[in-house]
Nanobody, 125 residues
Framework: QVQLVESGGGSVQAGGSLRLSCAVS????????MGWFRQAPGKEREGVAS???????KYAESVKGRFKISKDNAKNTLYLQMSSLKPEDTATYYC???????????????????WGQGTQVNVSS
């Protein structure tokens, strides 16, 4: 079992930036398929970005060019750098991990075994 702890959420104005972190324990981040998901009130959880152990990546169309997923193997931490934030990016953001290899990762939540508790991001207009 992998433990995931997100941090870095907060409130920001539209056009601003935030960096989310996900501290990983129980396995090495570079051995896992990792993903960032978000869920807004009344909406389904959606995949935002994912990466595999070889750093191949996938992004949701809604965040391409604005968000960047990355890893720091030495710190065993996953990041999500979010720029040009929009009010529609407001959601609880979750980090997810799975030991199975999937090229580029996956943006489907049911394919992930382990989840963090989430961190709130609020973007005001």
């Amino acid at each position: 079992q992998v433990q995931l702890v997100e941090s870095g959420g907060g409130s920001v104005q539209a056009g601003g930036s935030l960096r989310l972190s996900c501290a990983v324990s129980g396995n090495a981040v570079n051995q896992l398929t990792m993903g960032w998901f978000r869920q807004a009130p009344g909406k389904e959880r959606e995949g935002v970005a994912s990466t595999d152990r070889y750093d191949n990546k996938k992004y949701a169309e809604s965040v391409k060019g604005r968000f960047k997923i990355s890893k720091d193997n030495a710190k065993n931490t996953l990041y999500l750098q979010m720029s040009s934030l929009k009010p529609e990016d407001t959601a609880t953001y979750y980090c997810a991990a799975d030991p199975a290899f999937r090229f580029g990762g996956e943006l489907t939540s049911s394919l992930y075994r382990d989840w963090g508790q989430g961190t709130q991001v609020n973007v005001s207009s």
